[in-house]
């Protein structure tokens, strides 16, 4: 490595370091405190051709001792085990130390692979989820990952 890409190095970890201590005490969390996200509820599903779209109801829980302004949420979503989405939401949210906040999303699903689920439901329409993604904290480019998995029923409109 050349000598100034080793000072730019230098540079650039001096000043990432400074940035994060100056910003702290606006989003500081303390560790293992990401937010909790699950699904609330799946609002609707639509079937378009090849895809379906799915309207969830995220449920964001801050279980921190500051408020958490949340940016964006980049999160994968699992169907009994199956990887059926990806999704973004990205209205911002600022979330009080200890409360919660609902977020609708809107995802884009493959609907042979959402039928296939579907055809196999029990009665209640209950199916296993796992969410897991990154939440981007305010302007700071943080961002803490979390996973969350439940149940929740499928409702086909």
């Known amino acids: 490595m050349s000598w100034s890409m080793r000072v730019w190095r230098v540079v650039l970890h001096a000043l990432m370091s400074a940035l994060l201590f100056a910003w702290a005490p606006a989003w500081a969390q303390p560790i293992g405190s990401a937010p909790e996200v699950s699904i609330r509820s799946v609002d609707s599903v639509a079937l378009q051709g090849a895809t379906a779209i799915l309207d969830l109801t995220l449920n964001i829980r801050n279980t921190g001792g500051l408020a958490l302004p949340l940016q964006k949420l980049r999160f994968q979503l699992q169907f009994n085990g199956l990887e059926v989405a990806q999704g973004v939401s990205t209205a911002p949210v600022t979330i009080a130390a200890q409360q919660q906040a609902q977020v609708p999303v809107q995802v884009v699903v493959n609907s042979t692979i959402l039928l296939g689920l579907i055809a196999t439901l029990p009665p209640d329409g209950m199916v296993r ?6 939440a981007e904290i305010g302007q ?6 979390f996973t969350h998995s439940g149940a929740v029923q499928l409702a086909l409109q």
């Open 140 to 145: 700071t480019m943080l961002q803490i990952p």
């Open 129 to 134: 989820y796992v969410i897991l993604g990154t």
